[in-house]
């Protein structure tokens, strides 16, 4: 086994974005000995090794290791695998530049290089060492493959899809393999390249394949439905996440997202509001989330009132512009109006620019405040409007 200890964040999963809420799609990197664990292929090798690609068309290369460097290619292993990557390091570039090491030698200490440099934090030097292991071609299979799919997977880390995805396509076409974990590395590797659609039939084939799929897998299978614009099967699926942990609060807003991706804002704000009631909208964001779900909705006006102000009240929800500015229009279309002025004068001194205070100044001279309306206008003149002329007629008028 060469690898027990390899960082376990390689594949992640970008967070899908969807209206005011997110989907969370994660994934915990596969080591090595996690991906062993998990292999279905039963067949075993003479020296009792599993044969993870059965059906591969490489043929295993006859390139044996230099018995002179066993020793300190043992000590490489065994100090890579006490995590003593810094230590491990140096053996692998004496290893490198030994001339004694054959193409085996080479293969192997590159791919244990690559790992120990994604473990010092050096993806670039990972990907360089598992190239190199990739292109001596003189690994087994297991291993040849398995940093095919490491090398897939830095790329993916680094938004490098157009390589990841030539990587992959090259590991499939020589591997053939139909392992569901390796389907969702693909999946997750289209998924991130913006080509959600593309992403959905390896997804599903590997949940489909797989018993007691991960829920990972199918966040992100719902992840990739919502974004191609299938928010039937999206719904589906955030509905049974949702159902199968009604504790989880992430659960709960991936189905949160996927209705207001739907456009179905009563069924979001039902959940979000199951939330409220049992107090795990703990975020500013969770707030947020569902007063701008409110907001959405025609004659909710009073609903997202109350929620902005018990967030505010329970310092959750931060007083900042967006915040005082959903509070005054809240108002303003509810036919709050006094209500409504006081959440712009809030608003407007954190504005970036004049034009709240030019939109408090056309509320103050429709109420007949003129005097305010006038102080309001040269506020918005004095921090830049788009439009100073209408500040300037209500300057002009008088009192």
Same mark, same amino acid.
């Given at each position: 086994m060469l690898s027990r200890n390899i960082k376990r964040n390689l594949l992640t999963l970008a967070v899908a974005g969807l209206l005011a809420g997110t989907v969370v799609a994660e994934a915990a990197a596969q080591d090595m000995q996690t991906r062993s664990e998990q292999r279905r292929a039963k067949q075993k090798k003479g020296n009792g090794a599993e044969v993870r690609y059965p059906d591969a068309a490489r043929e295993e290369p006859k390139v044996k290791s230099a018995p002179k460097l066993a020793k300190k290619e043992q000590k490489l292993i065994d100090t890579f695998n006490d995590s003593e990557f810094e230590a491990a390091k140096p053996l692998a570039e004496e290893l490198l530049a030994d001339p004694a090491a054959t193409d085996y030698d080479k293969a192997l200490v590159n791919f244990l290089a690559a790992q120990i440099a994604y473990n010092l934090d050096d993806n670039a030097a990972a990907k360089a060492y598992a190239q190199k292991a990739i292109e001596l071609n003189a690994l087994d299979n297991n291993n040849h493959f398995t940093a095919m799919q490491f090398l897939a997977q830095l790329q993916t880390q680094d938004d490098q899809y157009a390589e990841a995805l030539a990587t992959l396509d090259r590991f499939f076409a020589e591997t053939k393999s139909q392992? !569901?974990?390796d389907l969702v590395i693909k999946g997750n590797a289209l998924y991130r390249a913006d080509k959600p659609a593309e992403a959905i039939p390896f997804l599903k084939q590997a949940i489909d394949a797989t018993p007691e799929p991960k829920n990972e897998w199918v966040q992100l299978l719902m992840a990739s439905y919502?974004?191609?614009?299938?928010? /039937? %099967?999206? $719904?589906?699926?955030?509905? %049974?996440?949702?159902?199968? /942990?009604p504790d989880d609060k992430k659960a709960q807003l991936n189905l949160v997202s996927v209705y207001q991706q739907a456009d179905q804002m009563d069924k979001a704000a039902a959940v979000l509001e199951k939330l409220r009631a049992a107090g795990q909208l703990t975020e500013d964001r969770d707030y947020r989330q569902l007063y701008i779900t409110y907001a959405n909705m025609d004659g909710k006006e009073k609903q997202a009132i109350a929620v902005i102000n018990e967030g505010l009240q329970k310092g959750v929800l931060k007083p900042d512009h967006q915040t005082y500015i959903a509070l005054a229009q809240s108002y303003y279309?509810?036919? %709050? $109006? !006094?209500q409504a002025i006081d959440a712009w004068k809030k608003a407007a001194p954190l504005a970036p620019n004049g034009e709240t205070y030019l939109n408090l100044a056309r509320v103050l001279h429709q109420e007949g405040r003129i005097a305010e309306a006038k102080q309001a206008a040269q506020s918005a003149l004095d921090k830049g409007v788009k439009k100073p002329e209408d500040a300037r007629r209500i300057l002009a008028l008088k009192n």
């Open positions: 392992k !569901p974990e919502a974004d191609a614009g299938q928010n /039937a %099967q999206a $719904i589906q699926l955030a509905e %049974q996440l949702a159902a199968k /942990a279309y509810s036919e %709050q $109006i !006094p």
